[in-house]
């Protein structure tokens, strides 16, 4: 394989690239006059008279760069990060997959990025027909007829649909529903969003499978049980062939079944979650439905919901009226807001130009593809030497699969993280790495529909050539990596004292404890 080596670009070994303030030429470097004219007018003969003596700062401490400067700086810093445009990034469960530019220049329109939340209905008409149909085409794709766009992100979107299921059941007068069961395959946020809403987490257990033990679902099904909270396919990238029976045993407890939609992407096109037995779920618009993201956002968390409990949305709803759309805030049961506003519109206008463009058709080659890159790369990566399959190991996968290096590890003593680092020198990004924490030294891979056959060979081959490696010489892998802007880091250091400013950056320079 061709080497691989990231930008770096000071000469200094502790230094990636100077901060703006550390590269300016002083305060002041640049000056401003405001015109002698207007001055005269004012009657002063400086500006700064104008400011309230105790008002007035005598330094400003800003970075005092040219255009260039500035240009050629973020040039480095991008030219030193790596994302979806820059190669492979099969970070499983979270759907790397390529965001069109186009939507990106919609998104930009002064018509979208200039609105303001406090604009009077007619003349947002746009925008709240944008968010009225892509609430209409999340329907018409989950089965789900009522819908909110509030949720900043994933998780947030949990929280909402837990919040709606606690107050379902409190509507009802059953204030003894205070059990949520999730699955250890479930996606790993549901645990703390569950219990962020005031349910106590019931986890179950996956069978032999790797699907829910239905065994266990049945023993822990009972008159406290809130709902249970599902993610299909499951984190280990397998289709829960039990969902029917599933829903059938929480649904005869009296409890709600709730959808992560992290997996939504394996089977776009292919099947209603209400026919499954969904009565409420997210959607990761940010994800499924092609907006960048990573990095704490930005984030969409769609929540959908069955008939019947429709009158629990978060306010406002956006609704269709004879003189055209509106915000409804008369929701009667509402659990009220759970955010600013009415969501994350930048990420809703890019999910609502991707399933325009895309269209019924589209949505089917998108899963199709997502499941059949995901079965090509583990009919390969399943061959090579330190890999197990714990479970499933008979079934094709969906869009992603999980894979153990366990073996390599018994083999080697190289870990799963040693290997991750490794595959930063080969230019590709690592998977997931020990999630779901059933597998051992586990590696969540998920390819996407975007990914090119060529793209898929070289991804395995860059694995195939870290493994080989990790057994001819380990400490060479465990080192790794050697290619990148930043070598190994101090995780438990960055974990514990994490440099999150400007500020922070500074004050740990002058300790001599940045790390």
């Keep these: 394989m061709t080497g691989f080596r990231q930008a770096r670009w000071s000469a200094r070994p502790d230094v990636l690239e100077p901060t703006v303030f550390e590269l300016s030429h002083g305060d002041g470097y640049y000056k401003f006059n405001v015109d002698r004219e207007i001055l005269n007018q004012l009657g002063v003969s400086s500006a700064t008279e104008l400011i309230p003596e105790r008002l007035r700062r005598r330094k400003l401490g800003l970075p005092s760069l040219s255009a260039p400067e500035v240009a050629r700086h973020f040039s480095r810093l991008a030219e030193m990060n790596y994302g979806v445009d820059s190669g492979p990034y099969w970070l499983g469960s979270c759907t790397m ?29 746009g925008a709240l027909r944008i968010m009225y149909e892509l609430s209409q085409m999340l329907a018409t ?24 299921i606690r107050a379902f059941h409190l509507d009802s007068g059953e204030k003894r529903r205070d059990e949520m069961l999730i699955p250890v395959s479930a996606h790993g946020s549901n645990f703390a969003s569950a219990a962020m809403a005031g349910f106590k987490v019931i986890k179950i257990p996956s069978d032999k499978r790797g699907r829910v033990d239905l065994g266990a679902l049945k023993a822990a099904a009972g008159e406290r049980t809130a709902g249970l909270m599902i993610t299909n396919p499951n984190t280990l990238g397998l289709f829960e062939t039990d969902m029917l029976e599933i829903a059938d045993v929480i649904h005869g ?29 997210h959607l990761n618009l940010h994800k499924t439905f092609s907006a960048p993201h990573g990095s704490g956002g930005p984030g969409a968390g769609a929540v959908g919901v069955r008939e019947g409990l429709q009158d629990f949305l978060p306010v406002p709803v956006v609704r269709k009226g004879a003189n055209g759309f509106y915000l409804d805030y008369s929701v009667p049961k509402t659990i009220g807001r759970v955010r600013a506003f009415y969501g994350n519109f930048g990420v809703v206008v890019k999910a609502w130009a991707y399933l325009k463009r895309l269209g019924s058709e589209g949505l089917l080659a998108v899963s199709g593809a997502a499941v059949l890159n995901a079965n090509y790369a583990l009919s390969r990566v399943r061959r090579l030497r330190g890999v197990a399959i714990k479970y499933g190991a008979e079934d094709p996968c969906k869009h992603e699969f999980v894979i153990s290096l366990e073996p390599l590890k018994r083999d080697t003593g190289v870990k799963a993280l040693d290997v991750a680092k490794r595959l930063l020198d080969r230019g590709v990004h690592p998977p997931t790495m ?67 400013s400007w500020r922070m950056y500074e004050r740990r320079k002058a300790e001599g404890t940045q790390g």
Excluded at 101 to 117: D, F, N, Y
Excluded at 269 to 274: C, K, Q
Excluded at 453 to 473: H, K, T, V
Aim: glycine share 8%; no cysteine; charged share 20%.
């Design 434 to 500: 020990y999630f779901p924490l059933i597998v051992e030294e586990a590696f969540m891979m998920e390819p996407t529909e975007t990914d090119s056959l060529r793209e898929l060979d070289y991804y395995i081959r860059a694995l195939e050539e870290a493994l080989r490696e990790a057994y001819e010489s380990p400490e060479l892998v465990k080192g790794a990596p050697t290619s990148t802007a930043v070598g190994r880091l101090d995780e438990v250091m960055a974990a514990r004292k994490p440099i999150l």
């Design 97 to 125: 997959k390529y965001n069109p530019k186009l939507h990106e220049k919609i998104a930009s329109w002064p018509q979208v990025t200039r609105l303001h939340p406090y604009q009077p209905e007619d003349t947002v008409q």
């Design 253 to 281: 407890a009296g409890g709600l079944i709730y959808y992560d939609g992290a997996n939504l992407n394996a089977i776009l096109g292919r099947v209603l979650l209400s026919d499954m037995g969904v009565d409420v779920a």
């Design 141 to 164: 794709i989950t089965g789900l007829p009522h819908y909110t766009l509030q949720p900043a992100a994933g998780a947030h979107g949990e929280f909402a649909g837990a919040l709606i």
